[in-house]
């Protein structure tokens, strides 16, 4: 099918001089897909809003102490709490890390301790994009506190593309040298030889910065049932300073998609019947470098897991399998097109797709939270005084009962844990993840009361 650049959909306003001389630099007149730009918003080595030369990535946390919970009277009190602490830095990122630390790390260090024992892996874990490095700090700290035995043996490996963010991370890991090494690399390009990694690999917020594709229906054929070719590809060209919206083919990489997930459109015969149920005349974003990443993560692991942590969109019987864009700096909300290389760009990741993709690729699904926060409930329930005291530390005032916030606040998160290469799923992991969590409970109380570990 052959779409010519006179079938022009929109057009936008002017381009800063800068952005354009980079996109004529990058792609001339040529048309390019909507993952194209995305990417080169985000990763242009010039403007790219994170790896630029001018980037600087700001992320909020709740500062150098955590918040004490049981001094916040509830939720919504707790949300103003976050509004307050992120007044002075308006355009900064409120990750779950950040605003929980070291609560956060500390649910994923005891997963991972579990894990570690259960799969009789390697101790090395691997970060993909660690950001200010505050989950690798929590956990290497909370480790060395309470498992010193695995804090000796640990390696902690993160990779990541942004030479500004490593500086940070290097620094704010200092207490931790030996421990943890850096590679450059990014979730596209994972540098390792096939079936050369053991271990844990980890990721928060990755999945939804992933490269996607933009597809929109130009046509509706066969009634409720629907071929690849009811569909087009969104693209764009740089024409005098502006960036004018086009159409072109599917490109190979998300025909692939399509058609190894069925949670977008279920293969019959040779047409294909849609749970993705976009109307002629509109868009969907699909998440080809989800697919992408859990395929390359296949290639490289030997044996070990893969926990990921992320918002989400499910899907729905109105709007199908596609996934919801959001452009923003801070809290603001903004448009893409107005903002090239000016604003975080992330789309809520399709969990269901996620999961069935890593499946196809070899892992074994061990862990699948909706909403994230079950984990964190997992990891910090246990029995007993020492318990009870923990858990009673993580809810807010007045509150006996809970969820915690820990919990409360992923509410359209997901936690994804998958294993490759070990035979077997862990039945017995949320036992272990008892035990453990009663361990380091009563390690606590002891230091605590000035009782020897």
Wanted: glycine letters at 6%.
């Amino acid at each position: 099918m052959e779409i010519t650049t006179e079938q022009v959909i929109t057009e936008k306003p002017n381009l800063s001089p800068e952005i354009a001389r980079r996109l004529e630099a990058r792609f001339g007149s040529n048309i390019f897909s909507f993952t194209d730009l995305v990417n080169f918003s985000s990763y242009d080595q010039e403007v790219g809003f994170y790896s630029g030369r001018n980037a600087e990535i700001k992320l909020f946390g709740a500062g150098d102490k955590p918040l004490v919970y049981s001094e916040i009277d509830g939720y919504s009190a707790f949300k103003e709490k976050i509004k307050e602490l992120h007044k002075d830095n308006p355009d900064a990122y409120k990750t779950p890390v950040e605003i929980h630390s070291p609560y956060y790390a500390i649910g994923v260090a005891r997963e991972m301790e579990a894990l570690f024992e259960l799969g009789n892996i390697e101790p090395i874990v691997y970060e993909i994009g660690a950001g200010r490095a505050t989950l690798a700090k929590d956990m290497l700290d909370y480790w060395k506190k309470y498992n010193p035995e695995l804090y000796k043996k640990v390696k902690y490996r993160i990779l990541d593309a942004s030479s500004k963010l490593v500086s940070t991370q290097k620094e704010r890991l200092g207490d931790h040298d030996g421990r943890v090494e850096w590679i450059e690399a990014d979730a596209r390009n994972i540098p390792f030889a096939d079936k050369s990694v053991e271990g844990i690999l980890v990721n928060t917020e990755l999945l939804d910065n992933l490269p996607t594709a933009c597809i929109k229906r130009t046509k509706q054929t066969l009634g409720k049932q629907v071929s690849l070719d009811d569909f087009v590809e969104v693209g764009y060209q740089l024409k005098d300073g502006q960036l004018i919206e086009t159409e072109m083919p599917l490109s190979d990489t998300v025909k692939a998609y399509v058609v190894e997930n069925p949670d977008l459109l279920l293969l019959q015969s040779n047409t294909i019947a849609p749970t993705i149920n976009i109307e002629v005349g509109k868009k969907g974003y699909i998440g080809v470098g989800v697919r992408n990443f859990y395929k390359e993560i296949a290639r490289v692991f030997k044996r070990g897991y893969v926990i990921s942590f992320d918002y989400c969109s499910l899907p729905t019987e109105d709007k199908g399998s596609y996934m919801e864009m959001s452009v923003h700096r801070g809290d603001k909300e903004l448009g893409l097109l107005e903002n090239i290389s000016q604003a975080d760009i992330y789309f809520s990741v399709d969990c269901w797709a996620a999961n069935h993709m890593a499946k196809s690729y070899g892992f074994e699904n061990v862990q699948f939270s909706l909403p994230e926060g079950q984990l964190f409930r997992r990891v910090f329930e246990s029995e007993g005084k020492e318990a009870e005291h923990e858990y009673r530390q993580l809810l807010f005032k007045n509150d006996k009962y809970g969820p915690p916030p820990l919990v409360a606040y992923f509410s359209n998160t997901f936690a994804l844990v998958h294993s490759i290469g070990l035979g077997s799923y862990p039945e017995n992991l949320y036992d272990k993840l008892r035990e453990i969590t009663h361990h380091h409970q009563k390690q606590q109380e002891d230091l605590t009361l000035g009782r020897s570990a």
